[in-house]
């Protein structure tokens, strides 16, 4: 089973940034592709960023365009999610993804596989 280990979480003020990490033992990692997700409390959750069919290829939800970047490191099995200019309606879980087929990368349910969470608060 893949495991996906979330951290970098915390509490931050508006206007901060963090780098969230995901890391995966898993020796087939290259071949994943990830996307990370958040789910504030009392919503569903939402798609905030992914790499598409490529792994130079990323897509970001609208309301984080331009503010969050999500990159990877192959050779540390890990990928980042960057957040700069964070925003109070931004507190929530953000959850790691990993999908080992195509499909609409911006669904949760093409995922294979997900971290437990890590929790992003940010005051104003």
């Known amino acids: 089973q893949v495991q996906l280990v979330e951290s970098g979480g915390g509490l931050v003020q508006a206007g901060d940034s963090l780098r969230l990490s995901c890391t995966t033992s898993?020796?087939?990692?290259?071949?994943?592709?990830e996307g990370w997700f958040r789910q504030a409390p009392g919503k569903e959750r939402e798609f905030v960023a992914a790499?598409?069919?490529?792994?130079?290829?990323?897509y970001y939800a609208d309301s984080v365009k331009g503010r969050f970047t999500i990159s990877r490191d192959n050779a540390k099995n890990t990928v980042y999610l960057q957040m700069n200019s964070l925003k109070p309606e931004e507190t929530a879980v953000y959850y790691c993804?990993?999908?080992?087929?195509?499909?609409?990368?911006?669904?949760?349910?093409?995922?294979?596989?997900w971290g437990q969470g890590t929790q992003v608060t940010v005051s104003s």
């Open positions: 898993e020796r087939t990692f290259s071949s994943f592709r």
């Open positions: 790499f598409t069919w490529s792994a130079d290829i990323t």
């Open positions: 993804a990993a999908r080992t087929t195509g499909g609409i990368w911006t669904l949760g349910t093409v995922y294979d596989y």
